[in-house]
Structure formats: structure tokens, C-alpha cells
């Protein structure tokens, strides 16, 4: 499973477009693996000059895509039916391979590719400054790869010479499709880590605070100390969370963790699931953010004037280790910066 090389992309030139979290890892990272990059970027925007310094081949994306065998298309989601009908449906060569990061939009059909071209995609499970230090370390992040559409008989070729290229392959390679790729990966964001964990944590905090206790107590209870629990989950898994809290913290765990999340949870998580599958979230927030994002920026505001932010903000800054290690923990957060 681990043996994918670089091989078939040894003659190919590969335009990454969007040079962002993911799309700077990538292009570092393909270059140092011996294959011809050539980063796609606006003139008048901050990446041109950044990839430059890094020393690699800019062009605008419209020049890139035209001798490319592989476009790398990391822009952000919502930007990029755009950006593909302007610089890559009149550009990109018969036969060349357009790869995705993430299957929004192929899937949800906000972009419909040109028949004679291979679509294909591979997604890094971790965010781009993991996928580069991971790569400099000789290792690689897992990668789940797939294919759209294979105009030629190579598109899952070029997708796992792609995944060895950015250090994918060094890990390990998930087979998968658009679908599945982008359905699991929306309702994790909704249903656990963006939206139930800030809901989870909210509610606890309102809970404790309208009973009377302190909000500074609250605030540790309920969102500081989450991190030490999520970093137990990450290393190892429940077990490992049970191994290191208390009997005390583990019976309550069991007896009234299922009360607070319970069945009527799993109900309404269904509920979501099913409007991702059917693609109403899709049209509901491809619609939000052509209106210019009305309620995205009120929901927002409201989130940004919780009580618990006031109170955070205050805490986190007589937390000197929080300072210092504040740009490496927002480095952690960009891992979800996808459709928004
Ligand atoms: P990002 O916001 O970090 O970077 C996007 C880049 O695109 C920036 O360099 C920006 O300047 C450029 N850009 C924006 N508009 C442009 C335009 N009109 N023309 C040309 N360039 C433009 O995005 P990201 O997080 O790297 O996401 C890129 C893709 O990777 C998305 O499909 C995302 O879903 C996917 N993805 C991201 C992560 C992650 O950890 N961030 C993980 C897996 C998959
Ligand atoms: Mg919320």
C-alpha cells in the first residue's frame, strides 16, 4: 500500500494553485521530491513574493495551468467555480490531471470538468504546516486519495505519485471517494468538532455561570481543560483518556455522559448527515456566501460576544506559556479552514 513513487509525475510539470496552507506544503514539498512545480498565484497578492522567496517558479494561474500535466487546485473551496472558469477550464491540457484537496465541489457540482481530463484527489489528514514538517522530517502525513473521473487511465497513478510526492505515501494512503471524502468530512466539522465541541462547551459554560458559579472557574473547567482531554483522544484514544483521569471522573463519565449526549443527539446527527447527503447544506451555504454572508457574519458576532470570550481572553492572558506558544497553537487550527 506504501509503495507509491514519484515515478509516474517524473516528466510531468505540476501547477499548485493557491499557494495557503496546503498549497505551500505541497509545492515545497513535490519541488524537494525532484518533480517540476510551478505555483499559481495572483500578481498583486502576498503569495507571489512568498513563493518566490521560497524559491520556486511563479506564474500567474492562468500561465501555470497551460503547461501543466497536473493542476493542483488549492484555493480555497468557495473561491474556486471562479477561479476555474476563468483560469482552468480554458487552460488546462487534454489529458492533464486536475487534483483536489478536498471534493466539495466536484461532488456538490459547483465545478462540472471537462470531459477529457482526469479528476482526482488527495487530502492530507492534518493541516499544510504538518504535511511540510512531517515531510522535512522524512516522514508524511496519511492521505486519503480518489478519483473522479480517469479521462486517461492514470488519474489513481497520478494521484498516489502526487500523495508520494507531498510525503503522503511515506504514512500510509486511504482509498476513498468524492463522496465519502466530502460528506464525512462536513459532518465532523458540524456534528463534533466545530460545531457539538463550541455547543458542548458553551452550554456547560452558561450552565455553571447561571447557577452562580464563577466564570473564571467556569471557563477552566469547561473549555481550558478540554485540550488535555483532546490531547489524550489524539494519543490514545479512549483508553488512553481512562487511564489517565480519575475512578470518580471515569463513573461519571459513564453514568451521565450518555445523558448529556443521548440518543436524541444521535437522532439530530442523522438529521445533519442526511442534509449534507442530499445536498442541502451544500445549497444553503453556497447561496449564504453568494449573498455576501449575512447570517454567517451575525452567527459570528454572536459567538464572538459569548460571555465565555470575554472572559477567555482574559484568562488566556495571564497564561504566559499561551503567549508564546500562540502562533504554533493557531497553526494546529487551520486543519479546518476549508469550506469557510
Ligand atoms: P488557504 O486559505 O490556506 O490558502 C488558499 C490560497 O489560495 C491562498 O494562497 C490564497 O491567496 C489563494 N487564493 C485565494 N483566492 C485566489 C484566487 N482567486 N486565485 C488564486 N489564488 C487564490 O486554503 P487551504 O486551507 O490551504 O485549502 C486549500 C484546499 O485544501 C481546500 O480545498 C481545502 O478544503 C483543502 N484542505 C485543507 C486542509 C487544511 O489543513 N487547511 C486540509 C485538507 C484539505
Ligand atoms: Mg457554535
Given amino acids: 500500500m506504501n509503495t507509491a513513487t514519484t515515478e509516474p509525475l517524473k516528466n510531468a510539470r505540476i501547477a499548485v494553485i ?117 515531510y522535512q522530517r522524512g516522514r508524511g502525513v496519511p492521505c486519503l486519495i480518489a478519483v473522479h473521473q480517469d479521462a486517461t487511465g492514470q488519474a489513481e497513478a497520478r494521484a498516489r505519485a502526487y500523495a508520494a510526492g507531498i510525503g503522503g505515501a511515506r504514512a500510509m494512503l486511504i482509498a476513498t471517494d468524492f463522496k465519502e471524502e466530502t460528506e464525512t468530512d462536513l459532518f465532523g466539522e458540524q456534528a463534533v468538532l466545530c460545531g457539538g465541541a463550541s455547543e458542548l462547551v458553551t452550554k456547560g459554560f452558561e450552565t455553571l455561570v447561571e447557577a452562580g458559579y464563577q466564570p473564571e472557574i467556569a471557563y477552566y473547567e469547561v473549555m481550558h481543560e478540554l485540550k488535555l482531554i483532546v490531547d489524550l483522544f489524539y494519543e490514545g484514544g479512549l483508553a488512553k483518556m481512562l487511564q489517565f483521569v480519575s475512578e470518580t471522573a471515569q463513573y461519571g463519565d459513564y453514568t451521565r455522559g450518555p445523558r448529556v449526549v443521548d440518543e436524541g443527539t444521535k437522532a439530530r446527527m442523522k438529521e445533519v448527515l442526511r442534509e449534507i447527503q442530499d445536498g442541502s447544506f451544500a445549497r444553503e451555504w453556497t447561496a449564504e456566501y453568494a449573498a455576501g454572508l449575512p447570517n454567517y457574519r451575525k452567527f459570528k458576532e454572536a459567538d464572538l460576544a459569548h460571555p465565555i470570550e470575554k472572559v477567555g481572553a482574559q484568562l488566556r492572558a495571564r497564561m504566559a506559556w499561551l503567549q508564546k506558544d500562540s502562533k504554533a497553537a493557531s497553526g494546529t487550527g487551520e486543519s479546518l479552514k476549508k469550506a469557510g
Fill in 18 to 134: 493557491g499557494y495557503g496552507s496546503q498549497g505551500r506544503a505541497h509545492a515545497l514539498n513535490l519541488h524537494e521530491s525532484g518533480l517540476d512545480v510551478v505555483v499559481g498565484a495572483r500578481p498583486d497578492g502576498p503569495s507571489w513574493q512568498r513563493a518566490q522567496e521560497d524559491g520556486l517558479t511563479v506564474a500567474e494561474p492562468a500561465e501555470a495551468v497551460k503547461g501543466a500535466d497536473l493542476v493542483a487546485f488549492l484555493t480555497p473551496d468557495m473561491v474556486q467555480p471562479a477561479v476555474y472558469a476563468e483560469s482552468i477550464e480554458p487552460n488546462i491540457k487534454p489529458g492533464a490531471a486536475l487534483l483536489f484537496a478536498h471534493g466539495f465541489n466536484v461532488h456538490f457540482g459547483q465545478i462540472k470538468p471537462r470531459a477529457d481530463i482526469d479528476v482526482n484527489l488527495v487530502a492530507p489528514k492534518g493541516p499544510g504546516a504538518l504535511v511540510r514538517s512531517e
